[in-house]
Nanobody, 124 residues
Framework: QVQLAESGGGLVQAGGSLRLSCAAASRIFRYVRMGWFRQAPGKERDFVAAISLTGNTYYTDSVKGRFTISRDNAKNTVYLQMNSLKPEDTAVYYC??????????????????WGQGAQVTVSS
């Protein structure tokens, strides 16, 4: 089982930037995909971004052009650079690992392991 730990969350004003990190206890190059999801209060956990083993990236429409997902296999870490943040980006952000790629990248069920979450709050 992969152990994932997010860091880098916090409070930022609208228009600002944050970078989330997800450190894995195991070598991330073994995993088909790494992803980020977010959950706002009272809402479902939704897909944000994913990166494949080969470096292909995927984003939900609302973050395209603002967020960038990347991975550093040598550090076993995945990043989510978030720019031009908006109040509606406020949520708990979760890192996830997909071990076998047997489902679509944007579905929660595709991912086998999850981090504990990092709070991101964007003030207006």
């Amino acid at each position: 089982q992969v152990q994932l730990a997010e860091s880098g969350g916090g409070l930022v004003q609208a228009g600002g930037s944050l970078r989330l990190s997800c450190a894995a206890a195991s070598r991330i190059f073994r995993y088909v995909r790494m992803g980020w999801f977010r959950q706002a209060p009272g809402k479902e956990r939704d897909f944000v971004a994913a990166i494949s083993l080969t470096g292909n990236t995927y984003y939900t429409d609302s973050v395209k052009g603002r967020f960038t997902i990347s991975r550093d296999n040598a550090k076993n870490t995945v990043y989510l650079q978030m720019n031009s943040l908006k109040p509606e980006d406020t949520a708990v952000y979760y890192c996830a690992a997909d071990l076998d790629g047997d489902s679509s990248y944007y579905t929660k069920g595709a991912y086998d392991d999850w981090g504990q979450g990092a709070q991101v709050t964007v003030s207006s």
